[in-house]
């Protein structure tokens, strides 16, 4: 089976991928399955382009590629003992002593050979058919391993935008904080307030200095740290500085999920328990084909030769004819090889069905652990708006109050860290409830909520 036949077994996720991938700009595809070096970084990236482009530069997705092609060849190999074999034969030589009355020292024979499996106790076909579920299951992990990876390059993105926030927050602080220093400067010059208060400010606005500091590195590390699961392998003196304009935000846009209709899906449509299901069924045939020693086996062979007759010297030499038989082999007692190759078959027939029982557990914890965070990240979001609004309200009290004598100026400066605080948990809740929802619908076996193509809208210059 061609290796487009089994990737035409893949869910829409996969064949919705290849065709994305169909429409990336050429700074995004793929040269006979290598980095392009000429990658550039766009001027502009959002998460459809990050999620197209990992499709096909990812190196774990482009690693189970491969390992889809390498069982497409073991397809392949064991196939072979289902149709003919033919075989060709031939061999010169020349002593150095002439023997008969024709003095000969030459000989040479050739011969071709065809040979056909008849009955093997089942072996052949079962290994046909293990092989076959085997390949099935390289295409089932190449799903599991495209969802993990997109789920990846979601979070990383989702990252990179958080930091961006949060950068935006400590600006938005520093900004609050210097406009309070010079209102307090303001009213030192005028002799209303001492210089006490002038210090104090100036402390305030140092103390905000390091957040903002820590928050740009934590933006420049997000970027690299998206760079790789996207697998952007180039590094051009051209592209060691640019960064691109990352497009989006983080929204709050509200979803459910149903613990029954979750666990359901999970064990219908999750990957990796369909690709152990097939291995089960592989270790099956595994017996089959194991138990196949206790049988004779029945092969059909003919073949032709071509031989040096005596006194002759002609080349290739005089026909000596066919032959068609049949051949039988049968291990009438093999020291009980073949009983230890079925116990081992068993066992791990048996091994393959407990990993599957076990990783059908795991994705029931899974899916419970993921539908409990996302109901915590939807609760902490839906406060977080509350809070902000707040704690505006706050400052903006806090200042007029000030203004008119009846507040101190920590009351202000308490009031601009709460708005702060408020703002960042905002943007965290935000952050963890996307990643919720992206993590619930892997840990239900769900693909990427990936745009169609016609929607995909690239950056442009």
């Known amino acids: 089976m061609p290796f487009m036949n089994s990737f035409m077994r893949l869910p829409s996720l996969i064949l919705m991928g290849a065709s994305l991938l169909a429409t990336l700009p050429a700074t995004a595809q793929l040269n006979d399955g290598k980095p392009d070096p000429e990658f550039s970084v766009p001027p502009k990236l959002d998460l459809e382009y990050s999620l197209a482009f990992a499709l096909d530069n990812n190196f774990a997705i482009r690693q189970a590629k491969e390992r889809i092609k390498q069982q497409e060849g073991v397809v392949l190999e064991v196939r072979a003992a289902q149709i003919p074999n033919v075989a060709g034969s031939g061999g010169y030589s020349r002593s150095a002593v002439e023997v008969g009355p024709t003095g000969e020292n030459r000989y040479w024979s050739f011969n071709i050979t065809a040979r056909q499996n008849l009955y093997t106790g089942g072996a052949v076909s079962a290994n046909v058919r293990s092989q076959q579920l085997s390949l099935d299951?390289?295409?089932?992990?190449?799903?599991?391993?495209?969802?993990?990876?997109?789920?990846?390059?979601?979070?990383?993105?989702?990252?990179?935008?958080?930091?961006?926030?949060?950068?935006?927050?400590?600006?938005?602080?520093?900004?609050?904080?210097?406009?309070?220093?010079?209102?307090?400067?303001?009213r030192f010059e005028a002799g209303t307030v001492s210089n006490f208060e002038v210090l104090r400010a100036e402390v305030a606005l140092a103390n905000a200095q390091p957040a903002l500091i820590t928050a740009r590195n934590d933006y420049r590390l997000a970027i690299e740290t998206l760079r790789q699961s996207l697998g952007f392998a180039t590094a051009t003196e051209a592209n060691v500085t640019k960064i691109p304009e990352f497009l989006g935000t983080l929204e709050f846009a509200p979803a459910s999920f149903d613990l029954v209709s979750a666990l359901s899906t999970a064990r219908a449509q999750r990957p990796d328990l369909q690709r152990l299901q097939k291995l089960t069924t592989a270790a099956e045939e595994g017996v089959v084909a194991r138990r196949a020693g206790y049988y004779p086996n029945l092969a059909l062979y003919g073949a032709y030769d071509w031989r040096k007759a005596a006194g002759s010297s002609n080349f290739p030499g005089d026909r000596d004819g066919w032959t068609v038989g049949l051949s039988s082999t049968w291990n009438v007692f093999d020291g009980r090889a073949t009983t230890g190759r079925v116990v081992q078959a068993r066992s791990f027939l048996e091994q393959a069905k407990l990993a599957l029982a076990e990783t059908q557990l795991a994705v029931d914890v899974d899916v419970r652990r993921a539908i409990s965070n996302f109901q915590q990240a939807t609760e902490l979001a839906e406060a977080s708006k509350k809070v902000v609004e707040q704690a505006e309200e706050a400052v903006r009290l806090a200042n007029a109050r000030y203004n008119a004598g009846t507040a101190t100026q920590l009351d202000v400066l308490t009031s601009q860290v709460d708005l702060t605080t408020a703002r960042l948990n905002q943007v965290q809740a935000y952050y963890t409830y996307n990643v919720a929802v992206a993590t619930t619908r892997k840990a239900m076996g769900l693909p990427d909520q990936m745009r169609p193509v016609g929607e995909v809208k690239y950056p442009s210059n």
Do not use: G, P
């Open 137 to 186: 299951a390289a295409v089932l992990a190449l799903q599991a391993v495209i969802n993990d990876a997109l789920l990846d390059v979601r979070t990383r993105f989702y990252t990179v935008l958080l930091s961006r926030e949060k950068i935006k927050v400590q600006e938005q602080n520093v900004a609050l904080l210097q406009r309070q220093l010079q209102d307090v400067k303001n």
